[in-house]
């Protein structure tokens, strides 16, 4: 009960300091990342004019104040032992994962139907069935809990619904992502590796739409192998982390229903076979652009350099990929990424901020005119590669 009561005096402290716009303080406790962020605040203090003093929460970068909130959640449960490994967001991911048990059942049951006969599906077949739970994967991101505060009303997505959103795919480079995985199958060796990397994003239902694409790719012999990047503290509500990702896979393979139970037992497999690799970096929670990541993190950026692929989950993770900034919506991608290429990668995400490059002239100003938020409320999605043609 101490270590509660002074989890929640440093919680009320930090609301305060949030409410009554105060300078941005340093972290105090000493953890991995410490060091990097105070080097990152003096940074921001750098960049604040002397007339303004320090940087404050209301007139600092949006990415930077937001990332700081989150990291300040952190230290104040860390600062209170013995309850310093406890995630406040646990029970709303939880509680999300069993509000979604229906759709889950629908998506693995029709993966486990799907990988029956997949030997037997010719290339068309083969390409049309990774469009769809690609689209699965996609849609799976409107469920996030920072921008929903745990109403998770979002329509689910079934296989049977896909045809209806498709007009609502702004970017759609899925045909690249195809070519990129069918053609390196039809070209590599017996035994060589075919890697494909996925940053997730959130946990819950998005979480397990990952997890579907992630089997299907190696059931259809697209990957031979498939690493996931995941959050090293709680972040952001709904993010994963490695406790989430095998919470997941456990209730998956204890669960009543024989294909959401096999599911998790391949799942698991996988994992011990060294087919799925799970790996926790902790530039993953700090405020940085990606294009920093060769500086900041270059043990990351070198593993992220072995991969064929990498997907790149949710809204975050895109405005880290392309910093954030007021970009024209016209501006090509790879522009925006500014130097970050550390193999091709491709985002998916459904916009819930307002950033977004790459699209046709003339495309925001219709969509400014048809659906004034359509940059911030989820409806939107894009499938966005960047890499060798
Ligand atoms: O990255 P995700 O889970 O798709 O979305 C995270 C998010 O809800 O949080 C931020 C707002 O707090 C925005 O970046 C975005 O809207
Ligand atoms: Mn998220």
Request: a negative charge; charged letters at 25%; hydrophobic letters at 40%.
């Amino acid at each position: 009960m101490e270590a509660e009561k002074k989890a929640i005096s440093l919680l009320s402290k930090l609301r305060n300091e949030l409410q009554t716009d105060k300078p941005i303080t340093p972290l105090v406790e000493k953890l991995a990342d410490t060091d990097i962020w105070n080097q990152y605040l003096e940074h921001q203090q750098s960049l604040v004019s002397e007339t303004d003093g320090k940087p404050r929460w209301f007139c600092s970068p949006w990415l930077f104040v937001e990332c700081y909130a989150y990291r300040r959640i952190h230290e104040a449960v860390i600062q209170s032992p013995p309850i310093d490994d406890f995630d406040v967001f646990k029970e709303s991911k939880q509680q999300t994962f069993f509000e979604s048990q229906e759709s889950i059942i629908g998506i693995c049951t029709y993966l486990q139907e799907l990988v029956k006969n997949i030997e037997d599906l010719d290339e068309n077949h083969l390409k049309n069935e990774f469009f769809k739970l690609l689209q699965v994967s996609l849609w799976g991101n409107k469920c996030d809990l920072s921008m929903s505060a745990g109403n998770v009303s979002f329509q689910k997505t079934n296989i049977d619904s896909l045809e209806h959103f498709k007009p609502f795919i702004l970017v759609n480079d899925m045909e690249r992502l195809w070519s990129l995985l069918s053609n390196r199958k039809k070209t590599r060796g017996k035994d060589t590796v075919s890697r494909v990397d996925i940053v997730l994003d959130n946990s819950g239902f998005e979480l397990v739409t990952d997890f579907i694409l992630a089997d299907f790719l190696l059931s259809s012999k697209l990957a031979t192998e498939v690493h996931f990047y995941g959050k090293t503290i709680p972040w952001f509500v709904s993010d994963t982390t490695i406790h989430d990702f095998n919470w997941i896979i456990e209730q998956a393979k204890h669960s009543n229903h024989k294909w959401l139970s096999k599911c998790g037992v391949d799942w698991e497999n996988y994992i011990k076979m060294g087919r799925w690799v799970y790996h926790g970096h902790f530039f993953w929670t700090l405020p940085h652009e990606f294009w920093a990541m060769s500086q900041v993190a270059p043990d990351l950026y070198a593993e992220l350099q072995k991969a064929h692929l990498i997907f790149f989950k949710g809204d975050l993770n895109y405005r880290k990929l392309t910093g954030d900034r007021k970009w024209e919506f016209t501006i090509p991608f790879h522009q925006a990424l500014n130097g970050f290429h550390p193999a091709p990668l491709c985002s998916i995400r459904t916009l819930k901020s307002e950033i977004q490059v790459g699209l046709q002239p003339g495309q925001s100003e219709q969509l400014t005119a048809s659906d004034p938020d359509w940059l911030t409320t989820g409806k939107y999605g894009i499938f966005q590669f960047d890499g060798p043609l």
